[in-house]
């Protein structure tokens, strides 16, 4: 992978972030340093992975405001070498989601200690909690996590069950500063292929590269069509109100119609990463498909730290991957969902859109 391919698997990561996934800042600066260090990832086809491989999942853990002020760079290694103590040598590396922090960060990770990356994640797009992945939806056991931060802290947490690595990591990353590295669920190729969302990091290639060829005013249908995906609308940002409560960014994004999309208005709601997407108030995407923006000025994703009024946006909507689309994985964003205020079922975005 040279900076060009990272670049590449930078874009289509925020492409896939749902408007989330953290400060595309941390992203860039993973991909300057491993360009300037001279290292590089490297990556496993899902297909290959041995069943008998010992898999990590290293994350980075922590608010958008600590993670602009802190490189990760010592934090999940140190984490990882903690963790190759508790439970013996690692044999791969997997990402917990798609996003640019989460994502570039274990490639990141795994170019510093030599150790492969496979080519798929647990989410298959950015997600606010850790009950959103298939670690939880298939009660994969997350012992040990363990947690390092800036000042060389570390907690080896053994969680009674999934369900307690939110609430107890989270608040712990908070009384460590509000940002760590952490590593956990140890678990093997077998299980990896039964439940990982496939391909995940190829797909962020692809679609970066798609980006960076399409520049300008066919980049929207460029995007739409390497998807399969739905233009929601074309327009301005009209509104948009955010809070942090509880270490997420809560809030709700309002996107009016303009010229042949006039008509057509779309709203947001999003913790951290978009939730929910309504056309003129009937739910139009439902968590876990999901949605991205792109500016239409400068043909790039955005997320919802970066919107401002009046920025012009193309809002488009994704389906999920086959295997996220699970009464077990839905239970995982039910209360994810009923914070932003949606209480009902999830219907499959190609439903909602073709009025079924």
Do not use: W
Not at 92 to 121: C, F, R, S
Not at 334 to 351: A, C, F, K, N, T
């Amino acid at each position: 992978m040279d900076e060009t391919a990272l670049t590449d698997i930078l874009y289509g990561s925020i492409i896939l972030a749902a408007g989330g996934g953290g400060p595309v800042q941390s992203g860039k600066s993973l991909v300057r340093s491993m360009a300037l260090s001279r290292i590089r990832p490297k990556l496993i086809p899902f297909e290959s992975i041995p069943n008998s491989s010992k898999v990590a999942v290293p994350i980075a853990m922590g608010s958008c405001a600590t993670l602009l002020e802190n490189f990760l760079d010592f934090q999940m290694i140190k984490a990882l070498k903690i963790f190759e103590e508790q439970v013996g040598k690692v044999d791969a590396l997997l990402p917990v989601e798609t996003g640019q922090v989460n994502t570039l960060a274990v490639l990141y990770t795994g170019a510093k200690t030599a150790i492969p990356i496979i080519d798929a994640d647990g989410t298959g797009r950015s997600i606010p909690e850790f009950k959103n992945t298939v670690f939880y939806s298939a009660r994969v056991d997350p012992n040990p996590f363990v947690m390092y931060d800036s000042a060389g802290n570390f907690v080896v947490l053994h969680a009674s069950k999934i369900d307690e690595v939110d609430r107890l990591g989270r608040t712990i990353c908070t009384e460590m500063g509000g940002l760590c590295g952490v590593c956990g669920i140890q678990i093997s190729g077998e299980e990896i292929k039964r439940i990982a969302v496939p391909n995940t990091i190829s797909n962020c290639l692809r679609l970066g590269k798609v980006l960076r060829e399409n520049r300008g005013s066919r980049v929207v249908e460029a995007l739409v069509k390497c998807t399969d995906g739905f233009l929601l609308t074309k327009g301005r940002i009209a509104k948009i109100e955010s809070k942090v409560a509880h270490g997420h960014d809560y809030g709700m994004m309002e996107v009016k119609g303009l010229a042949s999309y006039k008509g057509k208005d779309v709203s947001i709601a999003f913790k951290n990463e978009g939730l929910i997407a309504y056309l003129n108030g009937k739910p139009a995407v439902i968590s876990p498909d999901h949605i991205f923006m792109i500016d239409l000025l400068t043909s790039e994703p955005v997320t919802f730290t970066d919107v401002v009024p009046d920025l012009l946006v193309a809002v488009i909507a994704l389906m999920a991957n086959p295997k996220r689309r699970t009464k077990l994985d839905y239970d995982g964003f039910r209360d994810s969902l009923r914070d932003v205020g949606y209480v009902g079922e999830y219907v499959p975005v190609e439903d909602l859109l073709n009025g079924s």
